[in-house]
Structures are given as structure tokens and as C-alpha cells.
């Protein structure tokens, strides 16, 4: 009996368990962690903003100047002292003053609430050093100031270990202060293209054969998700050959991946290299991809993906990348959103269906290519992955698909 694709995911995920305990760390530089994950918390060495702020262009005042007095007009005309510019270190405000600031300025010292330089009268800046007064209005304390620590205050946490590094990130350990930070070593995968009939792009291509397009397929997804890739180069069908292939590298990876010759055929060769070892093959509820293979080799684990480029791709975003995601923290799962298709489909019955799509603007999808795992240009003018459960068999032009971008 098949097996569902949950419980093949749990499976992956349940091989690669370990990999989490056997990861070193190592420091690199801001950019160079680029999509690493992060071996250790990070506390705020410092606050930020790391000193009170103007959130906007304007005045900075003593708001008790403004307040309304009985028998007056609400706000006050204050005397105009030195500009506030970002960077510099104003001196004391004092009372029935305004000091001109910028945004992102550092507040004097007395000063409690910026006015907006749109409120003021008259709603330009004054020439410095020029003597001048302004009329502004009635404000609270706090107006359109960004108080020191607001965002996040020194010695507490950061970021989180864990924690995959993207833009945003990077960017808050910047405004930190921080130029490099500790990351978890990244899993070491080795990717094996097998088959006779495949050959390297820019060879050649004689009758009978074809253009790799797996070992790129895969490596690129893999890199993009943070993962150290080693590629062997082809093996063809003579399973001594790729086993001598794997004993030469198994001992410097964390997983192995290979493509190809994991179904029923006369020419399977990694079901005939894998014998005698701990690995077992079996048939997935899935369209593409159901031919799987998943154990050990020789202590490393190991899977076998299909040979068919979809397959192979599909193989890898419905079982690697969510069991390396809740294993070591990436690659992030991809992105599930709801859409209503354009046109109706068809998929077998008791198989989760994975087609190619493209979701266009207002939530609809259009479904790329038919069903078929050979089809690769149909992948390549796609961004998104549409779900059919197993229980499904028809869908209508109009019905609710899950989809997952790409």
C-alpha cells in the first residue's frame, strides 16, 4: 500500500533528526551569513534608538511652554534658538524656546514634544543664526518623539538561536553595532545524478540521450535554501560504479541525495546499489514523485528521489525542505496561500496531485503544463505549486486550491 505524503514527510523528517545535534558553528561577517541560521542568542548591546528622537521635521519644545492659559489663545510664539540636525549633540533647551529639528535628531535635553514644521507659524524653517520667533501649537508630551529603547532596549534578546538570517535580520544586528555574528555550519549534502542516459550540458548529446537537468535543478534549490552542495558528476547504471562513487565522499556529508533509478525497471541502479544496505524504496501517494527511497548509507542518511526533473523538484519541496526545516531551522517553508483556479482538472484517485501554476493578480491560479514529470519548461513559467489532496479527483474552474509559492 501506498504511503501518504504526511506520513513520508515524518519519515524524512525523522531521518534527518540527528542532524541537528552534529552541526558545528562558525563567525562569519554580516553579509557572508546571508540565509544561515543563527548558532546562539544575541542580547542588545545597546539600545534603539539608542538616545530619544524626533520622528519628524519640526520644532522641539518644553510642551508646559504651549499649554493653554486661562484668557489666552491655545499654544504659544516661542523664540527660535540653533537648529537640531541628525548627528549632532544639541545643547539644553530652555524655556520659552524652539529648537528647528530634523528627523532622526537626537531631543535637547528639557525638550519633550516635537510640532511638525506643517503646524507652525510660519511653516518654514528660519534662517540660522537670524533672530526669530514662531507660534506653535498646543501639544502632549511624547508628540512625535521616539523614545531611547522603543524599539528594543540593551541586554535583551535580539534574536533568537535558531533563528534563519534574511534582510531584516542582518539589519537589526547592524543597528547594532555588530559587524559579525555566530552561525550554525550549514548541512553538507551530496547530490548524485545516475542514469545511462544522461549526460552533462554542453557535451555532445548522442541518440538515446539526454541533457542533465536534475544535478542543476537540485543544487540551485539547494543552495537557495542554505545548504552546502557537493555534485558528483553522473553515475550510469552499473551499481559498483556509483557505489564506489559514494564510499569516496560519504564520509565528509550529512545527507545524501541522489535522482533516478529508484522504481521498478530492469535498470534501477540505485535500488541495486542500496542492497544490503539500510535503505528501503516504496511508493508515495503522490503525482509526481512517488517513487521514493529513504535510510541510511554506510551512517549517513540517504534519499532517492525520482529521476523525472518535476519529480525530483516536487520530491525535495514536499519532503526536504519541511523536514530541514523543523530539523535545523532552513530553509524556510515556502509561502501557502489560497486562490481559485482558472480552469478545471482532473487528478487520480487516492494521489496528492502537485501542478504546476501560476497565480495570477486577484487570487486566481493558472494551472502550467498538464500532469506529466517531464515537464520542465511547464516548471520553468511557474511560481507557485498547486495542492490537490488525495481525496480530491475533480476540481471546477473557480474552486479554492492551496498553493505554495515558489
Known sequence: MARSVAAHRQAVQELLSGLADTKGTEELPLMGALGRVLAADVLAPLSLPPFANSQMDGFAVRSADLAPHAGSDAGAELTVVDPVPAGAAPVRLIPGTAAPIMTGAMMPEGADAVVPIEQALPDVFPVP??????????????????????????????????????????????????????????????????????????TSLPAGKIYDSNGTLL????????????????????????????????????????????????????????????????????????????????????????????????????????????????PALRPSLQARLTESLTSPAGKHQVRRGTLLPGGTVRLEGGAGSHLIHALANSNALVQVPAAVTELDAGAEVEVWML
Request: aromatic residues 4%.
Open 219 to 330: 543544487e540551485a534549490a539547494m543552495l537557495q535554501s542554505g545548504l552546502h552542495v557537493t555534485r558528483t558528476g553522473i553515475s550510469g547504471d552499473d551499481p559498483a560504479e556509483l557505489l564506489a562513487l559514494l564510499r569516496g565522499r560519504s564520509g565528509t556529508v550529512d545527507l545524501i541525495v541522489s535522482t533516478g533509478g529508484v522504481s521498478k525497471g530492469a535498470y534501477e541502479v540505485v535500488r541495486q546499489a542500496m542492497m544490503g544496505h539500510a535503505v528501503e524504496f516504496v511508493s508515495v501517494a503522490m503525482q509526481p514523485g512517488g517513487p521514493q527511497g529513504i535510510g541510511m548509507f554506510d551512517g549517513v542518511p540517504f534519499l532517492g528521489f525520482p529521476g523525472n526533473p518535476v519529480s525530483c523538484l516536487v520530491s525535495f519541496e514536499m519532503f526536504l525542505r519541511p523536514a530541514l526545516a523543523a530539523v535545523v531551522g532552513i
Open 129 to 202: 543664526g537670524v533672530p526669530a520667533t514662531v507660534r506653535l501649537p498646543t501639544t502632549e508630551p511624547g508628540t512625535f518623539v521616539r523614545d531611547a529603547g522603543s524599539d528594543i532596549t540593551a541586554g535583551t534578546v535580539a534574536l533568537r538561536a535558531g533563528t534563519a538570517l534574511g534582510p531584516g535580520q542582518l539589519g537589526l544586528l547592524a543597528a547594532l553595532g555588530m559587524t559579525a555574528v555566530e552561525v550554525r555550519t550549514p548541512v553538507r549534502v551530496l547530490l548524485v545524478t545516475t542514469g545511462d542516459e544522461v549526460v552533462e550540458p554542453g
